[in-house]
């Protein structure tokens, strides 16, 4: 069965560091989605990304954030210069383009 | 924007004893409620999902209702297994398919 591959499952950075989360989508899915998951806290939306741009953001997804499909298989989300606060799992998430969205394992991210 | 509220927030019940998850929503223009199933360490798999033109939807032992004038819509597990333990997330989508909003999520523990 078709996943969404999601490297690295862990990584820990200093604060102030920048960190690249990949993410590969299955591969007939043109919608992508990153989600974050705080430690024992609700699955709250960052951003979707369809046809190459962002299509929606949340307030969470502020300036230090950004995603893109570099190669046209992987899709990154990138933190510039990570806050404690930023530490929490993160998920993405494809869709063919109907509702389902299927999610990937996450990456456990901690920020020191 | 959208806000799902569930109930809830821990649920423990006697294997074979039905399971009662409750939710509402906030946007009238949501019509699509997918519930996720998380378990530990891994991401939110998809496990039934409805749309608003439907009252009811049916899948083995899990079935979902929905009220859309009430901005209600309830899981219900029958027959609950020790395997059914995990955390249970509601959610929400708009037609424009930018983004799920969950609830916070219910933690069931089957006791055997």
């Known amino acids: 069965e078709p996943e969404v591959t999601q490297t690295p499952s862990h990584q820990v950075t200093q604060m102030g560091q920048e960190v690249i989360l990949r993410c590969v989508p299955i591969?007939?899915?043109?919608?992508f989605y990153w989600y974050r998951q705080i430690l024992g806290q609700k699955v709250e939306f960052l951003v979707s990304f369809y046809n190459n741009e962002i299509s929606e953001k949340s307030e969470i997804f502020d300036d230090q954030f950004s995603v893109e499909r570099p190669d046209g298989s992987n899709f990154t989300l990138k933190i510039r210069s990570t806050k404690l606060e930023d530490s929490a799992m993160y998920f993405c998430?494809?869709?063919?383009?109907?509702?389902?969205?299927?999610f990937g394992s996450g990456t456990q991210l901690s920020v020191l | 924007g959208e806000n799902v509220e569930q109930h809830p927030s821990t649920l423990s019940v006697q294997e074979g004893d039905s399971a009662v998850i409750k939710c509402t929503y906030s946007d009238s223009a949501s019509n699509y409620f997918p519930w996720y199933k998380q378990e530990l360490g891994k991401g939110p798999q998809l496990i039934i999902d409805?749309?608003?033109?439907?009252g009811e939807k049916k899948d083995q032992r899990i079935a979902v209702t929905l009220n859309k004038t009430a901005k209600h819509f309830s899981l219900h597990i029958t027959e609950t297994q020790p395997e059914d333990s995990a955390v249970y997330f509601c959610?929400?989508?708009?037609?424009?398919?930018?983004?799920?909003?969950f609830g916070p999520g219910t933690s069931l523990s089957v006791i055997p």
């Open positions: 409805i749309r608003s033109n439907v």
């Open positions: 959610a929400a989508m708009e037609t424009s398919y930018d983004k799920v909003i």
């Open positions: 591969s007939n899915h043109l919608y």
């Open positions: 998430a494809t869709s063919r383009g109907e509702e389902k969205l299927f």
